[in-house]
């Protein structure tokens, strides 16, 4: 067992505002191209990453991370990249794993929902009828699908660093079913969550405690490090 689970959202992303700002316009087109992967952060996400390196400089030595994966995604990455520049302290190496990736949408990849509609007409029916957990988009994946690829990393997590304090730094979908995982979770009581604490926030950080021999939770998307906006 890991002695201590941090997991963090990645800071805003290009994505996260071009297509909350298409979607309530019901457009088409979204302002960003590329791969999702390699989507960045914009200027807020990079002082949201900044100021996750300030909370890291204020804990305690014997509270630091020591072992650093991330999502391989750019987002992730340099919001990592940033807070350990900004921390100033010798912190270690960063790895990436794919298992950390964020929900894989297949065809639908960075497409608004208006697009989708348009492009995919028969999706809307689909989803409706096998719910939102087995839904799997085409050439995707769907929550049930995260939640395995997680079970695998946090069996070899516990394997290959008992007693040591993690830090993850991924996406929302992760750090949603890792909970689902880790607390074993109904998707029902998935969506209790959603519907209690909102959803997950850019750049907040969840907190596992591992000292009493399993995982418990901590705290969870809190952001009262980051400054107001």
Not at 82 to 110: F, K, N
Request: proline share 5%; glycine share 6%; net charge negative.
């Amino acid at each position: 067992m890991v002695a201590e689970l941090i997991l963090v959202r990645h800071g805003q992303s290009l994505a996260n505002v071009a297509f909350t700002a298409a979607n309530a316009e019901g457009l088409l087109e979204a302002a960003v191209s590329g791969r999702d992967a390699e989507v960045p952060l914009t200027d807020m996400g990079e002082e949201q990453a900044a100021a996750l390196g300030t909370w890291l400089a204020a804990l305690p030595e014997e509270h630091r991370p020591q072992v650093v994966i991330t999502s391989p995604y750019l987002r992730a990455r340099e919001t990592w990249r940033i807070a350990a520049a900004s921390s100033g302290l010798h912190l270690p190496a960063p790895r990436t794993d794919e298992r950390l990736v964020d929900r894989l949408m297949g065809e639908l990849e960075l497409l608004t929902r208006a697009a989708v509609a348009a492009r995919f007409p028969e999706e809307a029916a689909r989803r409706a009828e096998v719910g939102e957990f087995e839904y799997v988009p085409p050439g995707g994946e769907s929550f049930a699908d995260i939640a395995i690829r997680l079970k695998s990393f946090l069996d070899d997590l516990h394997t290959d660093h008992a007693g040591q304090r993690v830090i993850v730094v991924a996406h929302d979908a992760v750090v949603l079913m890792m909970r689902a995982v880790i607390e074993q979770l109904s998707w029902d009581e998935v969506l209790e969550v959603e519907r209690e604490a909102g959803s997950v926030r850019n750049a907040s950080i969840t907190r596992f405690d591992g000292g009493c021999g399993e995982l418990t939770l901590d705290r969870y998307n809190v952001i009262d490090h980051l400054p107001p906006t």
